[in-house]
């Protein structure tokens, strides 16, 4: 390793190192402002050249290797020189006169003052040119600021791996372009925002998505970043959107979130500081004016004789039905006109935006909804939240409660839910919507290896894994930021193998796509194993040391030659073998699945042919051999680690285990026979027609919307005795409520999240609820009080404090240790520990440390495609959209970017049926049908459509199969069977349009 | 030869003795003429052997920083098991350097014998030829005779019989002078923009596609087959006897103000006044030679006294304050007022800048701006410091050499020719005479 002086310090750095790095190992600030960390060095801007003893001519510090003996300057008198040389020309056609006197607005403007370059023009040259798009609802060019360092485009290229940026022309007239034609749609752009936060000069910034509306309701212009006034402070928190867990810093200004940062690239961030288009720009829901500011009660409930009852006659009551409101139900609502998508939202211009050009105003909770309920106090609301559980449980017995948790809650929040209703209710009647996503791959990873989480992170993806097998996940759309780092990985030269019915765009970048029809995967997985076995490629010692019963899957996948899984699965044979053959060769295969396996009543079948194919080869347990379920919300892995789920306490202790009960009753303080020995309901069984449950708390999920029957679970919430709603905005579901208690977003608590790779991170409070709204933790201690469970915690520490002491694999975690902003990966034994990246090494956390293999066979999905349902329909997620859109479709940028449902058709398939793209068709399954427009997609194969979750007017679960996996009760989300026709054009299906109409976003024309 | 004039009895033709001939083209004419005789003996040979004899005869680059050739192919380690790749260098765009182009117009299969050659010697099995995409001509020259070369069975797979391979590609350019610079080059033919890389790593390590790559000069190659054939002493003793440094023949390229332009062979070491005046004519009619740039629009510019004491060979340019350079031999006279041509010159940097590096950017554009200023008689006196000033930036501070390149001229110009700006600001005329500087 070479040793070198740097202006007189003495540092060594590693082989292949450079000037700059040894300059930064010992505290030297060589300034830079073409080199960026971990992207390419290019050494353009020549700011960093320095005097190295014995060479005349000054080296880049950046891209001149550190050699042994170098003795260098970095600020000798020629490099000043040549430093001021280069601030100079650069000065030369930037904007000086807008450099304000008093401080740098950006690195290159620091840089200038540094060196004491006067910002005065002499060559007279003109501006840059280059990209000014106007309209774009998130990002701006400013091309006169440009310094061409090209950080957008190696980061766009680098990072991302997209390539939307590249340099045109040449001599003075270089500049930076965005896509071919200008518009960075046709380059694949995402909005990620990479490029804005490399920029040193703000040529490419953010227009703050959080624009504030003035008090008549008018939007007021959107501020720019790099014209922004100052900020008051600057929080660490952590992206509300997918399970990735990116780190975010939140700039508050006059306690509002005004802008978004990505926090510094070296930084020890899940995210390495990258964000996706809706961390970055999709957080404005948090002020969105349909925000809930005060509890809401619904009207007929009164207080009489110091008891809270519902008259039916009291106030305006008797206007609708127990829980009906003046609204449509969905299945109604999906069967409005759909108008096509917008054709480019990019071309509209946002400048002179009216109120209705808000794209907002389109999705903001309809003013009719509110009519039902009036604003209550605090008190009023918990006391009667409180009375009406209390008496539920002492009149209908503890197992006529439920509750829905929400992986968008932090742990602190979960656990105290799951407390309350264990402790303080008596029911085990706990559950969130894990149900919903990975359930069944709990099921299977806890029957196998007794394990509920990912075994090891992301980075090793990223940086060691040498085969990455990806089955059923959209990574690049639904958790983009590690979407980006497999698309690093195959640049890299990992070998990228996907399992997904539809081209996605991974699929487009692997090596091999196995396009499995939706449902067969358990066929494909045992055919690479009869394939891995024929070839002898198994790892047999792996096998033997380490696990149990290999012999009955031997022989279960005996049958599925890779012939018979193609019959099957559509795959082509060869492309069975060879992916069974670079899987097992590895060495180091990493497998990442999703949704696409899980969502399926055959869904713990699935994911235990995917395990015994990895346990076969030996892909668990080293670096780079990751096993990684890839979780959906930011919290389903942390709510279902403090118990959020109905048959374990935290930790995934079971509920049955008497002496585990006694721990946790003691803890609360309850006696122990207050909680039940028994499993309770899950999300799927709190909602049959035989269900027992009476009265039910939600907190923060929208089961109405994302239960596999819409149709049903809309009928069914208005059935119940009590429904309690805490949310930020009023909800499909929380319309039904008799009390809605208005909670608080990420932006404004503290508390930890547990990220896809067992991450436990901090996220702190950047601004106060709205209103008299309230953080949910205070909520929850307030209610639990009422109830009767004393609940002493002063703030999130403290729970967690607890959690610790309860939940053995989080021993060591304190909010003080997640301080540092890297978190912690569980297991911490204790306060020293430092976490655990990858598991299994050595043992399984089952008794004997062995993992057992379970024998599975091929079962079609419950409905497939006849001759009355000729398609096969398949759902999730887009990129702008989240979940049911609560968070998205309140927010500018997002909803501009894709502001209409879409069904996914083939273009053969569009052509047979004579409709065009954002034509009008009627979409049909066995049990409803909604009217929705087209997107033609080849990334659909001919006879399979692909809808969207995220609409309420084209609510997809009205369609969906409610079919249940046995062991899992997770519904088969991802194949049902659908008849889909071109809708009458001339006249609407729902022909009474109701003054409602015009409020809700369906009807209401966009100013275009 | 000075085509298309004769050629002059002072010249030595090797390379240019069958310019003119169009039979010399065709494979049957050049094998007539000797042809891949060379390339016969080189397969022959050990690759290591080749890259002494070249070694040996004191072949330097013709492409302007004459680097010794062998030795520059002694870097490429045979046997690495790596790919290795061999580029020849026909992006010819140096203002005034056209010699290239009379090659490859006349001669096509020398150059292929030389890339041949070369490639063979340096462990390669693929070669390009980058020519300049506006050389219409010498492309299709270049490829009809690789067409006759591979169906004969002179390259491909199994060259003359040998049972190695050696190809040869034409890859156009596309109207960039920055893809002559080695890297860009290399970038080029990678199908990316041409922007220089940063050097280390050089080419020999890390060049095309990743892989050793030597990249030569079509001049520097078409002068190997001679060699081989006719040895390393035979070619050392091209030159003047006291200066071994320089050694064989010599293109030159003449433009500009003089009675026959063209291009000329002599040996290393003629003298540049006898040159100037006897070969290609001397001065037009009534006029007086005022200035010269003798390499190509990128060195310094001499005035004729300099000139006339000069050498021209690599240290004898050296030897009046200026470089050999392409031999690109640009004649001003008295008729030519220099901060027009300077201004002119500035303009071309300004226009091929590929734009990478801040001072080359901004520099080029600054520089050509302040001329053309003061060429239109708008310039003021702090124009000179200015223009030092960022000439001082653009020297030796930049990823390549073409910033470097267009200071050059400004600064040589300014320092030799500086009444004549003077003159602009200051609205007299113009001396006819150049003050000499010593
Ligand atoms: C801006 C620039 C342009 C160049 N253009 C050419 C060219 O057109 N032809 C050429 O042979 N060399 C050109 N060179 C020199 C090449 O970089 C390289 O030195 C040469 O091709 C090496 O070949 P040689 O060793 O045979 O001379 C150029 C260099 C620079 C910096």
Request: net charge negative; glycine share 8%; charged share 20%.
């Amino acid at each position: 390793m070479p040793t070198l002086t740097i202006d007189g310090h003495t540092c060594t750095v590693d082989i292949g190192g450079t000037i700059l790095d040894a300059a930064r190992a010992v505290g030297i600030d060589v300034p830079t402002l073409c080199w960026y960390p971990s992207l390419t060095s290019v050494g353009n801007c020549r700011i960093c050249l320095v005097s190295v003893e014995g060479t005349d001519k000054l080296l880049p510090a950046c891209a001149t290797a550190a050699e042994d003996g170098m003795r260098v300057t970095s600020e000798s008198h020629a490099a000043v020189r040549s430093r001021q040389g280069v601030l100079g020309l650069l000065l030369e056609r930037y904007p000086v006169e807008d450099i304000p006197a008093a401080e740098a607005r950006n690195e290159f403007e620091a840089l200038v003052r540094r060196y004491d370059v006067p910002t005065t023009h002499r060559a007279g040259l003109p501006p840059r040119d280059g990209d000014a798009r106007d309209g774009d609802p998130a990002i701006r060019h400013d091309m006169s600021t440009c310094i061409l360092c090209t950080r957008c485009v190696r980061a766009c290229e680098e990072i991302q791996v997209v390539g939307v940026l590249d340099v045109a022309h040449r001599s003075d007239r270089a500049q930076i372009i965005v896509g071919a034609d200008g518009n960075p749609e046709h380059a694949g752009c995402t909005w990620c925002g990479e490029c804005v936060r490399v920029c040193p000069t703000g040529a490419i910034h953010d227009i703050i998505p959080m624009a504030v509306r003035a008090g008549d309701g008018t939007m007021l212009e959107r501020p720019r970043s790099n014209a922004m006034p100052p900020i008051d402070r600057t929080v660490r928190s952590v992206c509300p959107y997918c399970a990735v867990g990116c780190q975010l810093d939140l700039e508050v200004r006059d306690d509002t979130v005004v802008h978004v940062r990505s926090p510094w690239i070296e930084e020890a961030t899940p995210n390495r500081g990258s964000t996706c288009v809706k961390g970055r720009f999709g957080l404005d829901f948090v002020q969105h004016r349909d925000r809930l500011e005060t509890p809401l009660i619904r009207r007929g409930w009164v207080k009489r004789d110091g008891r809270w009852i519902f008259d039916a006659t009291h106030d305006t009551a008797s206007m609708w039905p127990r829980r009906g409101g003046p609204w449509e139900l969905i299945e109604e609502e999906g069967q409005t006109r759909k108008r096509g998508p917008r054709s480019n939202p990019l071309q509209r211009s946002t400048s002179g935006i009216g109120p209705l050009g808000d794209p907002r105003d389109r999705v903001a909770t309809p003013l009719a909804w509110y009519a039902p309920f009036r604003e209550a106090t605090w008190d009023e609301a918990l006391e009667l939240s409180a009375q009406e559980l209390t008496r539920l449980r002492d009149t209908s017995g503890p197992s006529s409660l439920a509750v829905l948790q929400s992986a968008k809650c932090s742990n602190e929040e979960n656990y105290l839910l799951q407390r309350m209703f264990r402790g303080g209710l008596g029911t085990n009647n706990v559950d969130h919507c894990t149900r919903l996503c990975h359930s069944s791959s709990v099921s299977a990873m806890q029957q196998a290896m007794n394990t509920s989480a990912a075994s090891g992170a992301m980075r090793e993806v990223e940086d060691v894994a040498d085969v990455i097998f990806l089955l059923g996940a959209n990574t690049t759309e639904s958790h983009p930021v590690f979407g980006a780092a497999i698309k690093r990985a195959v640049k890299r030269g990992a070998t990228l193998i996907v399992c997904d019915p539809r081209r996605i765009e991974l699929a487009s970048r692997a090596h091999i796509h196995l396009r499995a029809m939706p449902g067969t995967d358990v066929a494909v997985m045992n055919g690479m194993l009869h394939h891995i076995l024929a070839l002898g490629l198994e790892d047999r010692d792996f096998i033997a040391r380490r696990t149990h019963q290999f012999d009955r899957v031997r022989a279960a996948v005996q049958p599925y030659t890779p012939e018979r899984a193609s019959q099957i699965s559509g795959v082509p044979a060869a492309l069975i073998r060879e992916a069974a053959e670079r899987y097992a060769r590895g060495p180091r295969s990493s497998t990442l699945w999703a949704m696409g396996l899980t969502q399926h009543a055959t869904g713990t079948d699935i994911v235990t042919s995917l395990l015994n194919l990895i346990l076969a080869t030996g892909m668990i347990g080293r670096p780079g051999a990751a096993m990684l379920p890839i979780r959906g919300q930011n919290n389903v892995q942390g709510a279902s680690d403090v118990g959020a789920i109905p048959m374990v306490y935290t930790d995934y202790q079971p509920v049955t285990n008497p002496d585990i009960r006694h721990r946790f009753a003691q803890e609360w303080g309850v006696p122990d026979d207050r909680i039940p020995l028994k499993a309770g309901l899950k999300v799927t069984q709190m909602v049959m027609d035989d269900s027992p449950v009476r009265g039910m708390y939600i907190m923060g999920e929208n089961p109405i919307l994302s239960d596999p029957q819409v149709a049903h679970a809309e009928h069914w919430f208005r059935e119940l005795e009590f429904l309690a709603v805490q949310d930020i905005f009023l909800t499909e579901t929380a319309r039904y409520a008799d009390v809605v208690l208005p909670g608080s977003s990420f932006a404004e608590k503290d508390g930890t999240f547990v990220n896809t790779e067992r991450r436990i991170q901090l996220s702190r409070a950047a601004v106060p609820p709205p209103g008299d709204a309230r953080r949910d933790l205070d909520i929850l201690i307030e209610l639990s009080n009422r109830i009767g469970l004393p609940s002493p915690y002063r703030d999130a520490a403290e729970v967690m404090d607890e959690i610790a002491r309860v939940t053995p694999s989080w021993r060591g975690v304190s909010h003080a240790r997640l301080e540092s902003h890297a978190g912690l990966q569980y297991p911490v034994h204790d306060a020293e520990h430092g976490g655990t990246p990858f598991l299994f090494a050595d043992a399984f956390p089952t008794t004997d440390g062995k993992a057992t293999f379970f024998p599975v066979e091929y079962l079609p999905p419950a409905e497939l495609p006849d001759d009355a349902y000729p398609f096969l329909l398949n759902t999730g997620r887009q990129m702008y959209h989240w979940h049911t859109g609560t968070m998205t479709r309140r927010s500018f940028a997002l909803d501009a970017r894709e502001s209409t449902p879409i069904v996914e058709l083939n273009p053969a398939d569009a052509a047979a049926m004579g409709v065009g793209d954002g034509e009008e068709v009627v979409v049909a399954s066995r049990r409803a049908e909604i009217r929705i427009a087209v997107r033609l997609s080849d990334r659909v194969s001919p006879g399979q459509v692909f809808i969207p979750m995220h609409y309420r007017e084209a609510a997809v679960n009205l369609l969906t199969n409610p079919a249940l996996d046995p062991v899992a009760h997770i519904p088969e989300f991802k194949v049902c069977a659908v008849s889909v026709h071109p809708a009458n054009r001339g006249q609407s299906v729902h022909s009474a349009t109701t003054p409602l109409q015009a409020t809700s976003w369906t009807s209401a024309s966009p100013a275009e | 030869m000075g085509y298309p004039h004769q050629p002059h009895p002072r010249e030595s033709l090797v390379l240019s003795k069958h310019f003119g001939t169009p039979e010399a083209r065709t494979l049957d004419g050049w094998k007539k003429r000797g042809g891949y005789q060379a390339l016969e003996m080189a397969l022959g040979m050990d690759p290591v052997a080749i890259q002494n004899v070249v070694k040996e005869s004191g072949l330097r680059g013709r492409g302007g920083a004459g680097f010794p050739t062998g030795l520059k192919w002694s870097f490429m380690k045979i046997g690495d098991g790596k790919p290795h790749y061999l580029c020849c260098n026909a992006d010819e765009s140096e203002p005034g350097t056209f010699k290239d182009r009379e090659i490859m117009r006349w001669t096509p299969h020398a150059l292929i014998e030389g890339v041949a050659i070369g490639a063979y010697a340096i462990g390669a099995e693929t070669a390009y030829i980058y020519i300049r995409g506006e050389f219409t001509e010498p492309i299709e020259r270049m490829e009809a005779a690789l067409v006759e070369a591979r169906a004969a069975g002179i390259i491909g797979p199994n060259a003359m019989g040998t049972g190695k391979t050696v190809n040869v590609w034409v890859h156009k350019g596309a109207g960039a002078y920055i893809c002559g610079e080695e890297t860009a080059l290399m970038n080029s033919i990678e199908g990316k923009r041409g922007n220089p890389r940063i050097k280390p790593p050089f080419p020999a390590v890390a060049g095309l596609f990743g892989m050793p790559t030597t990249i030569n000069n079509v001049e520097t190659l078409a002068a190997v087959p001679h060699i081989l054939v006719n040895g390393a002493e035979w070619y050392k003793k091209l030159g003047r006897p006291d200066n071994p440094k320089s050694t064989g023949t010599k293109l030159w390229s003449v433009c500009g103000n003089i009675v026959r332009p063209g291009n000329y062979e002599v040996e290393m070491g003629f003298p540049f006044g006898e040159f100037l005046h006897e070969v290609c004519g001397g001065a037009l009619p009534g006029r007086t030679l005022k200035a010269i740039i003798p390499g190509g629009s990128s060195v310094p510019i001499i005035t004729l006294e300099e000139a006339e004491r000069g050498l021209m060979d690599y240290e004898g340019m050296v030897a009046v304050g200026t470089m050999l350079g392409s031999a690109g031999c640009i004649v001003i006279d008295s008729a030519q007022s220099m901060p027009k041509q300077i201004a002119r010159l500035a303009r071309f940097y300004a226009h091929e800048s590929c734009a990478q590096c801040t001072q080359c950017r901004e520099g080029t554009a600054w520089t050509t701006k302040i001329l053309e200023r003061m060429v239109a008689g708008d310039g003021t006196a702090e124009d000179f410091d200015t223009l030092l000033e960022i000439a001082e930036n653009m020297t030796g501070k930049t990823i390549c050499v073409l910033s470097d390149s267009c200071a050059t001229p400004v600064i040589s110009g300014i320092q030799k020719f500086r009444h004549e700006f003077e003159a602009l600001i200051t609205r007299t005329t113009v001396h006819a005479v150049p003050v000499v500087v010593a």
